[in-house]
């Protein structure tokens, strides 16, 4: 059986322990991001969307060009900086932020649903989202207009892709709190840029952060009885 996975963002944390899980269940996986640590590493800067697109572009017309049996892919790539008020955060961060956590992602999805329509392979598309797309975060106000915007896509690619014949189901996933640098950068950050922050520091003081090993493996069993597209799958109370 012939299974593709498109990693964005597998460099680290529950990105790469997607990797390492899909490798172990017999996928071919191809991992986007820039450092680019796998062997199956397409080393590219997400955020760099006019270098990023035609890289993009050319690798997903390549893997298209093979027949599957099925396909995921996984739209991970993320990063909360800057933290802080809106008034503080520098424009050219400003950006930055909503290049690799926007525009990025509806980008890849977009290529994604283009190359890969004609297949009559199950196709998945997976945003990694998370409980900022829900609601506001003071210091967070990037990163919770990204994930709100990026939900809403995917549930608009769902509608789309309901009349086609060989349809991509979209989901949104919220995966929880997790143990990994992205949660310790935020436990480092001073509460005069997220009032939130002790809220993660009891977190990780009630053992409540999972192993993004852990993690993986749960979303891909979620993700293995998606059946329909549109909808969220939500494994924070997942153990």
């Given at each position: 059986?012939?299974?593709?996975?498109?990693?964005?963002?597998?460099?680290?944390?529950?990105?790469?322990?997607?990797?390492?899980?899909?490798?172990?269940?017999?996928?071919?996986?191809?991992?986007?991001?820039?450092?680019?640590?796998?062997?199956?590493?397409?080393?590219?800067?997400?955020?760099?969307?006019?270098?990023?697109?035609?890289?993009?572009?050319?690798?997903?017309?390549?893997?298209?060009?093979?027949?599957?049996?099925?396909?995921?892919?996984?739209?991970?790539?993320?990063?909360?900086?800057?933290?802080?008020?809106?008034?503080?955060?520098?424009?050219?961060?400003?950006?930055?932020?909503?290049?690799?956590?926007?525009?990025?992602?509806?980008?890849?999805?977009?290529?994604?649903?283009?190359?890969?329509?004609?297949?009559?392979?199950?196709?998945?598309?997976?945003?990694?989202?998370?409980?900022?797309?829900?609601?506001?975060?003071?210091?967070?106000?990037?990163?919770?207009?990204?994930?709100?915007?990026?939900?809403?896509?995917?549930?608009?690619?769902?509608?789309?892709?309901?009349?086609?014949?060989?349809?991509?189901?979209?989901?949104?996933?919220?995966?929880?709190?997790?143990?990994?640098?992205?949660?310790?950068?935020?436990?480092?950050?001073?509460?005069?840029?997220?009032?939130?922050?002790?809220?993660?520091?009891?977190?990780?003081?009630?053992?409540?952060?999972?192993?993004?090993?852990?993690?993986?493996?749960?979303?891909?069993g979620e993700l293995a009885r998606?059946?329909?597209?549109?909808?969220?799958?939500?494994?924070?109370?997942?153990?």
């Amino acid at each position: 059986m012939a299974r593709l996975a498109l990693i964005t963002g597998g460099s680290r944390g529950l990105g790469a322990a997607f990797v390492a899980q899909l490798q172990a269940e017999g996928w071919e996986v191809v991992e986007f991001s820039r450092a680019a640590p796998h062997a199956c590493s397409v080393k590219v800067d997400l955020g760099a969307l006019a270098a990023s697109g035609p890289v993009l572009d050319a690798k997903l017309a390549e893997l298209a060009a093979r027949d599957w049996d099925e396909v995921l892919a996984v739209l991970n790539a993320a990063t909360l900086a800057p933290i802080g008020p809106t008034a503080r955060k520098p424009p050219a961060e400003v950006l930055g932020n909503l290049d690799l956590n926007l525009k990025a992602p509806v980008l890849f999805a977009a290529l994604f649903v283009k190359h890969f329509q004609r297949h009559a392979a199950r196709k998945l598309l997976a945003n990694i989202s998370s409980g900022a797309a829900l609601k506001g975060y003071a210091g967070w106000s990037l990163y919770c207009a990204a994930k709100a915007g990026l939900e809403n896509h995917v549930r608009s690619i769902a509608l789309e892709q309901a009349g086609e014949a060989h349809p991509v189901l979209a989901v949104n996933v919220d995966p929880g709190v997790m143990d990994t640098e992205m949660q310790a950068a935020i436990r480092a950050t001073g509460i005069d840029d997220f009032p939130a922050v002790e809220r993660f520091h009891g977190l990780q003081a009630a053992g409540m952060l999972r192993a993004p090993e852990t993690v993986a493996v749960i979303i891909l069993g979620e993700l293995a009885r998606v059946t329909e597209g549109g909808g969220r799958i939500d494994t924070a109370t997942h153990r």
